[in-house]
């Protein structure tokens, strides 16, 4: 009796909170087996993933079309969803039959429709979980007039769902018949900060800021203008996504020599006082859960952006940054900002368990 999990591919932080529900399904359900069906990168979850569960590749929605990690460009992300979505009575035929081959008995979706559709079509129930839907996002970028029906597709899709849980900071969603709530879902550190400091080779009492933009990296923003720009106040620090030279105040962190040592990005970030990032919920979570601030930017035209900037402070302590003053290092004002706030305690993440609680009574009512 599988679970299979549907992970949109689009960005990281989908695919890091459905791993902190996969693992604690795993943990209140070991007997059940697990399928993750995705396009995100295989090693995202054999970093973090800590039961068994087998990966299958594969794309499951198109998402936002990005130019980088700070710019959608909306005329590509409605052509590929059109011509995705062309094909999708095809590919919801071929996933019924894959899901009646596993003997699945239950589908979570992060977000993507189709999968959705083809579970109703295999007679299993299916669960929507996010803090968005595309229908929603879709819809702001014009896409009723600009991608005649797609909207409307997806609107339909969602609606066989068994039912939605929504995330905090959530958006969209109208199209469920059948909602629930769910607490802040975030991976949560399990290593002291002291030790990650130590074992990564960075300063042990510095205040330190860490870039943290996904797979595109810190590329564009000048880090060793911001480490001066920071001199006396923090330094920063970033990972090997990144070609740098680290030096006076900037710091490189070997992500693939952290994982050998059984360290991983949740206890990065619980170890810096400040994250900066653009706003998703996946980073905004994983520092409120960590206690730790965050330095965020604009994200070009995504609607989810506006709800995550006015439901964040409720979780953490934030402060903005112009796109340029990011990139050109120009730090210190907003940096000594969140340095001078009293630090906030870590927002409780018990997301994860009860998604897990509700998943193993949904599996034992199928």
């Given amino acids: 009796m599988a679970v299979v999990f549907y992970v949109t591919g689009h960005g990281f932080g989908h695919a890091v909170r459905q791993i902190a529900i996969v693992n604690a399904l795993a943990h209140r ?30 794309p499951v929605d198109t998402g936002a079309i990005q130019r980088g990690s700070l710019d959608v460009d909306i005329p590509a992300t409605l052509a590929a969803a059109q011509a995705f979505y062309a094909d999708g009575e095809a590919w919801i035929a071929r996933e019924a039959a894959f899901l009646t081959g596993e003997r699945a008995r239950l589908v ?19 669960i929507g979980i996010s803090n968005f839907t595309w229908d929603w996002i879709y819809e702001d970028y014009d896409a009723r007039r600009l991608a005649p029906g797609l909207v409307e597709t997806l609107e339909t899709h969602y609606a066989s769902a068994a039912e939605g849980w929504r995330l905090p900071m959530y958006g969209g969603f109208g199209s469920f018949a059948t ?47 911001a480490a001066a720009s920071l001199r006396g106040v923090a330094d920063v620090v970033a ?33 810096v006082d400040i994250v900066a990032s653009k706003p998703g919920y996946g980073i ?47 730090w210190s004002d907003a940096v000594a900002d969140l340095l001078g706030r009293p630090p906030r305690a870590a927002a409780p993440a018990e997301g994860a368990t009860t998604a897990a609680d509700w998943l193993s009574d949904r599996l034992d009512r199928c």
């Fill in 284 to 330: 905004i979570s994983e520092c409120a859960a960590n206690g730790t601030a965050l330095l965020y930017t604009d994200r070009g035209r995504f609607c989810e952006y506006e709800v995550l900037v006015r439901e964040m402070p409720r979780f953490l302590e934030a402060a903005f940054i112009g796109q340029e003053d990011l990139l050109a290092g120009r």
């Fill in 29 to 58: 359900r070991p007997d059940v087996p697990i399928v993750v069906r995705t396009s995100v990168a295989p090693w995202l979850f054999s970093r973090s993933v800590r039961a068994s569960v087998r990966l299958e590749a594969g």
């Fill in 179 to 225: 909602l629930r709530d769910l607490p802040l879902v975030a991976r949560v550190a399990r290593q002291p900060r002291d030790l990650v400091r130590a074992a990564l080779g960075l300063p042990p009492e510095r205040p330190l800021v860490l870039v943290s933009l996904g797979g595109y990296g810190a590329g564009g923003i000048d880090l060793h203008g």
């Fill in 239 to 271: 990972t090997s996504y990144d070609a740098f030279t680290p030096g006076h105040g900037v710091h490189r962190v070997d992500e693939a020599a952290m994982y050998g040592q059984r360290i991983r990005y949740e206890d990065l970030v619980g170890a």
């Fill in 108 to 126: 979570v979706a992060d977000i993507p429709p189709l999968p959705i559709a083809a579970a109703r079509r295999a007679g299993v129930p299916a």
